[in-house]
């Protein structure tokens, strides 16, 4: 059954297809906000709250919707609430220098360099990359243009570059 | 045309047009510095698709089962006793159980011929198949039978070792069918030591304090001690040491 006729189930009233829907994207939508924020108890709530979401709008989705890119999208919303709500218009790299889980100290160069990035350049590398998502998808997702996408993915790379050759060099 | 690190970010993401492309190439072949830099750049973004999904805590899961299961359209009555559900390992064990049981004789009989549905399970080969409806399945088959030595001890491994919380549940369940030896005692206990998940812990306490096992107590006060444990696992021990 793929994801849109598992969200078809749960509109219908079939409400315990949502863990199968739950089952096959909780993680890489974790990774998405974890990579984004870097607060993983934020992260499991909002994967919570996306969810809650998805069952309270059921009704809205259309078959035609990419489940996946419906789920994202939501979950960028929720985010966004967040900051709203935390007044914070996005989170400030200066919060991102060091790594305050001590499991985030044992990983891998590419990954602190990712971690020591703005937030909107690791979202984008984290949907466009690691989640393998058209720049299309992500634009609808983060609510910019396609080109905004492309020169912000353009501008994550060159980051990304500074930022692990800076590492290797401490 | 000057190629910058932009022009090679651009190459990079096979954004470059055919006659760039060659360009690049080109200029790759004779330009160590510019080499030099591209095989850096390739390499971060090669690094980068490997990177593996992050794991969220088992918390996380739980939490949205307990709300998923709230959500269910379940009758009033049912609906207010919620708490005690959920305190209940036994009863939700064995609901779980049911409920498997019934969706295979279900799905078997509308999708499967009997006989090859049979063919799956009869054998122990369901044990090591990936597939978890099949190991679930193997397990309700196994103990439909008449009650086999062998199968309580593929039981205990899939209970020690397997990694789908409902294999491990269905097991418990299981191997409470059996009549009670030391090997069933003990494996229960050792798993008990070792089981990190809520719901086959609370089914884990149950059945060991069905069956009256006193041996299971410092388990049981072990886990009441341990800070990590969910406080409806603590419970559900707490209310098993009474019993006992």
Known sequence: MSDEEAMMEV???NTRMLSVLFERHHRRLYTYLFRTTRDRDLSEDLVQDTFEKIMRKRHTYRREYPFGGWLFRIA??????????????TVGIEDFD???DPRDVERSHIELALMRLKPEFREVLTLTKCQGMRYQEVANIIGISETGVKSRVHRAVKALKDSYVELKMT | MKVDQEMLIKYLLGETTTMENAMITNLLEEDLT???EYQELAKIWSELESLPDELPSQKMEHRFTHWLD??????????SSRVMWLRSGRWAAA???VLLAGFFVFHQSKSTPVSESRSTVT????VSSPSTTERIQGIY?????EHDPAIVQILLKLLREDESDNVRLTAVEALQTFPLTDDIKIGLIQALEKEEKPVVQIALISALVGLSDHDAKPQLEALIGNEDVEKTVKDEAQLGLLRL
Do not use: C, F
Request: avoid cysteine; glycine fraction near 4%; charged fraction near 20%.
């Open chain 1, 11 to 13: 509109q219908s009233g």
């Open chain 1, 76 to 89: 960028k919303n929720m985010l966004n609430d967040h900051y709203r709500n935390q007044k914070l218009s």
């Open chain 1, 98 to 100: 060091a790594p305050q």
């Open chain 2, 34 to 36: 510019l080499q030099k």
């Open chain 2, 70 to 79: 709230s959500m269910s359209e379940v009758p009033a009555s049912r609906k």
């Open chain 2, 95 to 97: 609901a779980a159980v």
């Open chain 2, 123 to 126: 054998g122990i080969e369901w």
């Open chain 2, 141 to 145: 088959h196994a103990t439909m039978k």
